[in-house]
């Protein structure tokens, strides 16, 4: 595929807000003025309306976005937190040229996950566990383990251990601000950038994940009287039936969250700003987007866990490039087709950058999944359809849909069991918690099916909020739904239809891991 005359941009800079859920964007509506420099960008900037994550969570998400493949291909998640055996977005660039740089405050983002694979420049300013963890000898070792039938049960209970860094993200500690060492790192990649091609910088804001702790400036603006210490700061204590929070106590929770996401706000216009100045901002495609969003109470949950509503995985995405209006879109749109977009508006095909040869040649751009291209998700001449172009193709009539994916959550359900045994609570058996999920989303239906708890379809025209389940016997459009998440299940390797082990203690698995790997989680204070 070929670029249009004159639209082809030297440089993309692509942004994450983490864990930003769209309705609290003044973009969006949101009339708190949480946004005013995001509400700037909109004015020359497409406003995709329903945009979806193909993940509720980080790892997937971003495996996606770095490789347009859905997490049943790519396979990272918590069971195999690690993204191998494919070439991402990044190495692509980088062989084509391009200066790449990834700067994070999430710790998901790391060598050790290999997300930040084919980055010539990459920063995690939101280190939970020392460097050489998350890359290196034991980064190689957990590979070694995963792809072991007979030790797999102990890289389960490594993942585990690993929750107790998790944890960290749930306390004050640590909880200071790391975004604008991010765009200062971002900023000084940019300036010292020397390629002919251009540049591809990637950057993550983590600020609206919890805890929510906004720098003081912003708590007086946005959550005035709120202490950050006197509000429930841990989702799993909720979830788990521990902790009650009354109205009074939520509003104070979505206070700080709109803080956060206002200080976000701030930052980002300051990189915005100085693109302009410095003369960048015409000859770079800006991409903002959500990996997810986050639940305050609704579906009786809190944080982006254990379901696939609507907060959680229609996420905001704003898009500036020449051959794109400033105008509101409403038609379907999969997070995933950004690494195609990114592709072309840099006019670069993986296969001449990289080659077709090998086992992990990086999936080819696609005209189909651009949104830059007119042939936007024209499935009908893709020749060797994806799963979801698959499922689409096959629809009832012209109806479109993104489609979720959601395995067993390992580290939250570890958390989850944890502040449930400290408070004497015992989880059901059949806690949503414990169940797997996969979605087909439509503009106005979808479908949610899950291998323990009852599978939910909704109307979203007549009921956005996902409160009254519909059966599909009773309607057309949810019915066909589940028709079109069959298909695509069928064509990832089948449905979900056995719960999986809910087995939290993986025993003495630990006892099959060599002297040296035990001598540095103790070090770490993962052992005693």
Known sequence: METEPGTRQSNVLFVVLDTVRKDRLGPYGYERGTTPELSAFAEEATVFESAVAPAPWTLPVHASLFTGLYPSQHGADQGSPYLDDVTTLASVLSAADYDTACFSSNAWITPYTGLTDGFDAHDSFFEVLPRDVLSGPLASAWQAINDNDYLREMASKLVRLGAMAHEK?????????????????????????????????????????????????????????????????????????????????????????????????????????????????????VVVAADHGELHGEHDLYGHEFALYDELVNVPLLVKHPSLEAERRDDLVELLDCYHTTLDALAVDPDAAVGTGGDDVPVALDPTR???????????????????????????????????????????????????????????????????????????????????????????????????????????????????????????????????????????????????????????????
């Open 370 to 528: 651009s949104l830059l291209s007119s042939e936007y998700r024209a499935f009908d001449g893709v020749s060797d359809p994806d799963p979801g172009q698959r499922a689409v193709l096959e629809a009832d009539g012209n109806a479109d849909y993104a489609f979720i994916e959601y395995a067993q959550p390992v580290i939250e359900l570890h958390h989850l069991e944890q502040k449930a045994s400290e408070a004497g609570v015992t989880l059901p058996a059949d806690h949503r918690a414990y169940s797997r999920l996969r979605a087909a989303r439509g503009t106005d239906r979808k479908y949610v099916r899950a291998d323990l708890v009852p599978d939910e379809g909704y109307r979203l025209d007549d009921d956005p909020s996902e409160e009254s389940p519909v059966d599909p016997a009773d309607d057309d459009r949810v019915a066909a739904t589940e028709r079109a998440l069959a298909r695509f299940e069928d064509a990832v390797g089948g449905a979900w239809d056995d719960p999986t082990e809910t087995d939290a203690d993986a025993g003495d698995a630990l006892e099959e891991a060599d002297e040296a790997t035990q001598d540095r989680l103790r070090e770490l204070g993962y052992l005693e």
């Open 169 to 285: 993200l749930a306390s004050g500690e640590g909880a200071d601000t790391k975004t604008p060492s991010v765009i200062d790192r971002t900023k000084s990649f940019i300036d010292d950038s020397e390629s002919d091609e251009g540049w591809f910088a990637f950057v993550n804001l983590m600020d609206a994940h919890l805890p929510y702790y906004p720098p003081e400036e912003y708590r007086e603006a946005f959550a005035p009287g709120v202490d950050p210490d006197t509000v429930c700061q841990n989702s799993k204590e909720y979830n788990a039936g521990v902790r009650d929070i009354d109205d009074e106590e939520w509003a104070d929770i979505r206070a700080l969250y709109d803080a956060e996401i206002a200080h976000m706000d701030a930052e980002l216009g300051r990189l915005f700003d100085w693109l302009r100045a410095t003369g960048q901002w015409e000859e770079t495609t």
